[in-house]
């Protein structure tokens, strides 16, 4: 899965000669916290609502409504963005943005062509709805958590266990424990009631530790 997939493309922004205050208008009737500001199909900053706050004038100003307009009206959008834009490729993958957003700690990127053009912006709940898509929850899903030993087979193994009930494994990821070599092992199956307890018998049968099991999703 690809940034370019599940981005939002031709992101709303404005220019860097733009007034605080047709920004603010912007930024107030999208509902936005942050705006990108593009000159020439080029990214060259960012601001947030709290810059935009931060230079307007206190509830107690002794200044009139007109005063208040005049000197936001003066104000440009390049006073205040951030020039230091952290951006993600559109052909990254979802991991690739999500590692970016959590290593810098923020909640969404400006996505750019190869050539530097914005194309998109990607968010953190763009990241959650693909991760949701990709375990396939919202038609529903059965969890399985084995613990296994870290040892050549293993998954290839418990596949098979799995396709031998003729059903199919939709997703599966380890974790590797904090201390010692083991991990724990999860996977996710669209089946329900004796399905799921019959895959479960033929797991521990094998010799393998299920430790928990659940249903996620609208599964009827």
């Given amino acids: ?7 939002t493309k031709h992101p709303i922004s404005v220019a860097s000669d733009a007034t605080i205050a047709d920004a603010a208008r912007l930024m107030k009737k999208n509902h936005f916290h942050r705006m990108l500001v593009v000159d020439n199909g080029k990214l060259v900053g960012y601001f947030s609502d709290r810059d935009v706050m931060r ?6 100003t002794t200044l009139s409504r007109f005063e208040i307009r005049e000197l936001l009206n003066k104000l440009t959008v390049k006073e205040i ?8 490729r559109e052909t990254a993958t979802i991991e690739e943005a999500a590692l970016i957003m959590y290593n810098n700690k923020v909640g969404g990127l400006p996505v750019v062509s190869d ?9 953190a709940t763009d990241i959650l709805k693909t991760f949701v898509s990709l375990m396939g929850l919202p038609s529903g899903r059965t ?20 396709a031998d009930s003729g059903i199919n494994i939709d997703s599966m990821i380890t974790c590797r424990k904090p201390e ?8 996710r199956i669209d089946a329900v009631g004796d399905d799921v307890e019959e895959i479960k018998n033929k797991l521990e049968s094998a010799g393998y530790k299920v430790i928990h099991t659940v249903s996620i999703g609208n599964k009827e």
């Fill in 180 to 187: 010692g070599d083991d991990y724990d092992l999860v996977f």
């Fill in 143 to 162: 969890r399985f958590t084995l613990e296994i030993e870290n040892k050549v087979g293993t998954i290839a193994e418990i596949s098979k266990l799995v």
């Fill in 115 to 123: 050539v530097g053009a914005v194309v998109g912006i990607i968010t």
């Fill in 55 to 60: 230079v307007s004038p206190s509830p107690a």
């Fill in 1 to 7: 899965m690809f940034v370019a997939e599940r981005m």
């Fill in 81 to 88: 963005m951030h020039k230091k834009v952290i951006t993600v």
